[in-house]
């Protein structure tokens, strides 16, 4: 294995554990409000409505990770097919860091404005990587 793939195993990795970190946190705001009886089971059942607004917070968080990293995750298995160059993984990078910072704002005062800006930041991070993969394909497919 490559250095570059290293790293951007170790970026996939991280993504990875944003999520189960979050839902960590949504089940230790979670299950103590039901054990509690603070809320209901028949009432949250079907619906997040009845949960405070921190839980929701942390929900939307969690829920964001399968949004924008799912292409995310499709391009990191891209690169590694291809081999993954230098470029893809900064991008890669780039990307993890924009979704934590994006996390902590959203599970926490959910600031839309900063919010906004990491997510658009990540979102530019992605969009590179994925025209990275696609000129490498442009050039394999030409025999460069």
Not at 21 to 48: C, E, F, H, N, T
Not at 77 to 106: C, E, M, S
Request: charged share 10%; glycine share 6%.
């Amino acid at each position: 294995m490559t250095a570059a793939a290293a790293w951007l195993i170790a970026a996939v990795l991280l993504q990875g554990a944003i999520a189960l970190v979050l839902l960590w946190i949504l089940g230790a705001i979670r299950v103590p409000m039901v054990q509690s009886g603070k809320m209901a089971v028949r009432d949250i059942a079907l619906s997040r409505d009845p949960w405070p607004e921190h839980e929701k917070r942390v929900a939307n968080a969690f829920d964001n990770q399968f949004q924008l990293p799912l292409l995310f995750y499709v391009a990191c298995g891209i690169a590694l097919y291809f081999g993954p160059d230098w470029i893809a993984v900064v991008l890669a990078w780039l990307f993890v860091l924009t979704r934590i910072a994006h996390a902590v704002i959203f599970a926490t005062r959910n600031r839309v404005g900063p919010r906004f800006l990491t997510y658009t930041a990540g979102y530019a991070a992605l969009c590179l990587l994925w025209l990275d993969l696609a000129i490498r394909l442009i050039l394999i497919a030409g025999g460069h």
